[in-house]
């Protein structure tokens, strides 16, 4: 068909068909350490194992900082070193279980704790570091967390909330300067008091590894717990749809503080022992493209904003640099539009495969693989071992060509364990009989293709980041001028969706540019940099339920000029 872009080799996955109808994940266990009698826990496999063997001299991080400046680390470096941090944690009386956050930016002390931590039987909470203090303070309440790894200056940033935060026992700093708290103590010293010779912790497939916070559509964030089980799907997914082989160098673009910078930032590409590149500073063009090419990435894993704005930058730009090694480009976290594919397959002669999944889902679950023809704007088939529908209420499969809920046989190996102290949220992904129902809408074409429609609730997506209106509504109603506010996702073409806010002002206070900005402000510092609103309009009032609920559906209709629906339960 025209437009449909076909395999140019196939890949590790030779056949999809074929894969689909034979494949079992028992056949994946005989890939890990624990088959043969080792310990059971990702960090080892991860990890440890590799330092048993040839790769330990091989180079398993690349961690550049903000200044570009790298330093590496053998896969036996890091095996010894994350083990002085799981050894030192023990020290300071972390058991396993215990939640331990990783606020820390993307540098080489981030893949030491997240290992030392899993190693020694903890779970694991890493936070974006443009997370604000009442994010971290939402988090860190919510999980009763018991030790944090940190940073100076997110230290610093964190001090007017540590007090409410009645479970942390210790905070460990990085770069640590000046007088410390006698409950804080430097990375460097949990280092020297830490055994390298530290055994990992020996863990059940049902006990939790990570914890990871994320949005919905009502409440404040909640805690994604992940198994240590979800290593089989992560691994073969990483060979199946990532298409990572010894010899490659990998860089996924996404943070560890989400999913995808975990799932296949981390552990994923480890598991295969691939090399992996770490990019501390913020997105720029021509530094992406640096990256690249200094490094010759072969496989590279990033996000629909990212590739827009790369295309933004323009033609000349791309053609500047020699993209010759990048082998494999994946994309994840929003819808990746057609005429993004179209670019890439001008300007670098490369297909970008559109990976499905969730924080929940813990790995990919509908993807494009190097064998299959690519369908631009199409999210692909699920992964062999997985059954995807679109389903109405009643849990039906729908006509192909027909929107419905996307939804998931439940049991996939990396599904997750449950949602932190909430059951009821965790069972709501399960109110139609037989299914795990995503959140999203989608059709699913004659050809098995699935097509993501639009989220089914007001989760917003804003340049890949999740986001729950919930969240900045509260933050927004914090500030001193704000009487009520009502968030929702607008359309945007470069970033997706920004986030716009409805507010009504409390007595007193003019609406004028400057508040806008003030209260802007507010939310970046309080909540995270990403989640202020872009657009601010004041208005009289907001449109709402007899029991008081903002209709944040209304909201968003009348802002996009489309038909506001059924308002019977619109008060007045
Ligand atoms: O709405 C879908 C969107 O991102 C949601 C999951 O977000 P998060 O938990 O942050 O995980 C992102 C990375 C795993 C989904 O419910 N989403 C994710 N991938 C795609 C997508 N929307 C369209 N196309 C995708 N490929």
Redesign the pocket.
């Known amino acids: 068909m025209e437009g449909y872009i076909p395999p140019t080799s196939a890949g590790n996955l030779q056949d999809y068909e074929v894969a689909s109808k034979e494949f079992t994940w028992a056949s994946v266990d005989k890939e890990f350490d624990w088959s043969k009698g080792s310990v059971y826990n990702v960090a080892y496999e991860a990890i440890d194992r590799h330092a048993l063997n040839w790769r330990k001299n091989k180079i398993a991080l690349y961690s550049i900082n903000a200044e570009r400046e790298v330093q590496k680390y053998t896969f036996g470096e890091l095996s010894r070193i994350s083990s002085r941090v799981a050894s030192g944690l023990t020290k300071l009386g972390a058991k396993k279980g215990d939640r331990i956050f990783v606020y820390l930016d993307r540098t080489s002390e981030l893949y030491m704790a997240m290992m030392g931590i899993v190693k020694m039987g903890g779970i694991a909470g890493p936070l974006f570091s443009a997370l604000g203090p009442e994010a971290v303070k939402d988090r860190a309440l919510d999980s009763g967390t018991n030790i944090i790894i940190t940073s100076q200056y997110l230290y610093e940033r964190l001090l007017p909330i540590l007090d409410d935060l009645a479970d942390l026992r210790k905070i460990v700093i990085v770069g640590a300067s000046g007088d410390m708290d006698e409950n804080c103590v430097s990375f460097d010293d949990l280092l020297e008091s830490g055994d390298p010779n530290f055994q990992a912790i020996n863990m059940a497939p049902t006990d939790p590894y990570i914890i990871h916070y ?1 949005s919905g559509s009502t409440g404040k964030p909640k805690g994604v717990l992940l198994g240590h089980r979800a290593m089989v799907q992560q691994c073969i997914t990483s060979r199946w749809v990532l298409d990572l082989r010894e010899e490659d160098t990998y860089w996924c673009t996404a943070d560890p503080g ?3 910078g975990t799932s296949y930032g981390i552990f994923g590409p480890w598991y295969l022992g691939t090399s992996i590149v770490s990019y501390e500073g913020r997105f720029d063009a021509r530094t992406w493209y640096d990256i690249l090419q200094r490094y010759g990435v072969t496989v590279w894993y990033t996000a629909p904003t990212a590739l827009r704005m790369l295309m933004r930058a323009g033609d000349d730009l791309v053609k500047e640099f020699d993209l010759e090694r990048v082998r494999h480009i994946c ?6 539009n057609a005429e993004v594919v179209r670019w890439a397959m001008r300007t670098m002669n490369r297909r970008i495969h ?7 889902t813990g790995a990919h679950l509908i993807c494009n693989y190097p064998c299959m023809t690519i369908r631009p704007g199409s ?1 692909g088939k699920p992964i062999p071992g997985v059954i995807a529908g679109v389903v109405d209420e009643e849990g039906n499969e729908v006509p192909p060509g027909t929107e419905g809920y996307l939804a998931l046989r439940p049991g996939w190996p990396s599904m997750m364990l449950g949602i932190y102290r909430n059951t009821p949220r965790f069972k709501e992904y399960f109110r139609i009989p037989g299914w795990y129902i ?3 809408q989608a059709y699913r074409d004659e050809d098995g293709y699935f097509w ?1 429609m639009g ?1 089914a609730d007001d ?1 917003i ?1 804003t340049s ?1 980041e ?1 986001l729950g209106p919930f969240e900045v509504e509260s933050a927004l109603i914090e500030h001193s001028a704000v009487a009520e506010a009502g968030v929702i996702g607008k359309p945007d073409e470069l970033r997706g969706e920004i986030v716009k806010a409805f507010i009504t002002l409390r007595p007193g206070y003019k609406p004028t540019e400057e508040l806008k900005e003030d209260i802007t402000k507010f939310v970046k510092t309080r909540l995270a940099y990403y989640a202020y609103p872009r657009e601010i309009e004041f208005v009289e009032s907001l449109p709402k339920t007899r029991s008081g609920k903002i209709m944040r559906r209304v909201l968003k209709a009348k802002e996009l000029g489309q038909p506001l629906g059924d308002l019977s339960t619109l008060d007045d």
């Open positions: 994320t989400w999913v995808t994309s994840v976290g929003e819808p990746l559109d990976t499905w999944w969730q924080t929940e999210m995503a959140g999203d993501f989220r989760v997506k890949g999740r």
